[in-house]
């Protein structure tokens, strides 16, 4: 089976860093494409950060600038850079992978379990 787990997490004051990372096992023939997302409570979750197969990276208008996304192809690894952090930011980040198990198997979605990123004085 495939898993996504996440680390990094955890309580920062505003204005600091964090960086977050996901490592992908299991059964993977390709990874099309790795993403951020985060989830604040009583809010929809949100893409935060994405990186696609040919290296193109897209990201949230509210976090250009201070986040930066980052692959390892080989490792099967995606990382996000987080500086000059807001209170705002506060979410539970969830790794996603869009990703083939096998040739002949379908591209389907897979999500890590979260890690928690609280930003608070």
């Known amino acids: 089976q495939v898993q996504l787990v996440e680390s990094g997490g955890g309580l920062v004051q505003p204005g600091g860093s964090l960086r977050l990372s996901c490592a992908a096992s299991g059964s993977i023939f390709r990874i099309n494409a790795m993403n951020w997302y985060r989830q604040a409570p009583g809010k929809e979750r949100e893409l935060v950060a994405g990186?696609?197969?040919?290296?193109?990276?897209n990201y949230a208008d509210s976090v250009k600038g201070r986040f930066t996304i980052s692959r390892d192809n080989a490792k099967n690894t995606v990382n996000l850079q987080m500086n000059s952090l807001k209170p705002e930011d506060t979410a539970v980040y969830y790794c996603?992978?869009?990703?083939?198990?096998?040739?002949?198997?379908?591209?389907?979605?897979?999500w890590g379990k979260g890690t928690l990123v609280t930003v608070s004085s």
């Open positions: 990186s696609v197969i040919g290296g193109g990276t």
């Open positions: 996603n992978a869009n990703l083939k198990e096998s040739y002949f198997s379908p591209s389907m979605d897979y």
